[in-house]
């Protein structure tokens, strides 16, 4: 079976120029919504994202994959493209270590979606090695520069971590 765990609330950190905004600042409502997202602008200079730990659950099996969710901020158009970097550190195991390649997911279909229309994403993410229950798993999530081509931003609500269970 498949299951999905949010993991956006865990040790959570912004580069500069992303950050926490109320819906109806980001974008402007009819119907005004009070919760917030976390405003991610295209990049214009370098990959703009956020970094997340969280442990890998003890249910575990196989298949991980990162699912974002959020509201398009402006008129989408061009390729959005997302890039994923991820560590898994077990007990005893260096932090100090770098992140493994790049998992990428895009879009440039953008038949049906309009501004401020609600949109998901998903990056299938390819560790080294297998992900063993109970490891931290240290994650960057970035609009990735060398591939994204839009103008529009994008608030992002939601960023869970979906697997198969044992």
């Known amino acids: 079976m498949t299951v999905e765990i949010p993991i956006l609330g865990s040790s959570l950190l912004f580069d500069v120029g992303v950050y926490v905004s109320p819906i109806d600042s980001a974008i402007t409502l009819t119907n005004p919504k009070l919760?917030?997202?976390?405003y991610m602008p295209?990049?214009?200079?370098?990959d703009l994202g956020l970094e997340v730990t969280f442990p890998v659950p003890q249910n575990y099996?196989?298949?991980?994959?990162?699912?974002?969710?959020?509201i398009l901020v402006g008129t989408p158009s061009g390729n959005m493209a997302w890039g994923a970097q991820q560590l898994s550190i077990g007990d005893s195991g260096a932090v100090d270590t770098a992140y493994?390649?790049?998992d990428l997911g895009a879009n440039?279909?953008?038949?049906g979606y309009a501004t401020?229309?609600?949109?998901?994403?998903?990056?299938?993410?390819?560790?080294?090695?297998?992900y063993t229950p109970g490891d931290t798993i240290f994650l960057r999530l970035y609009r990735d520069d060398s591939a994204d081509t839009t103008?529009?931003?994008?608030?992002?609500?939601?960023l869970s971590f979906r697997y198969t269970e044992v």
């Not at 099996?61 to 959020?70: I, N, Q, W």
């Not at 440039?108 to 038949?111: D, F, R």
């Not at 103008?151 to 939601?158: E, V």
């Open 35 to 38: 919760q917030t997202g976390i």
């Open 42 to 46: 295209f990049p214009t200079a370098g």
């Open 61 to 70: 099996s196989a298949d991980p994959v990162l699912v974002l969710r959020g």
């Open 100 to 102: 493994e390649t790049e």
């Open 108 to 111: 440039s279909t953008w038949t």
């Open 116 to 130: 401020e229309d609600m949109y998901e994403e998903t990056i299938v993410l390819t560790p080294a090695s297998a």
């Open 151 to 158: 103008t529009f931003d994008f608030l992002l609500l939601d």
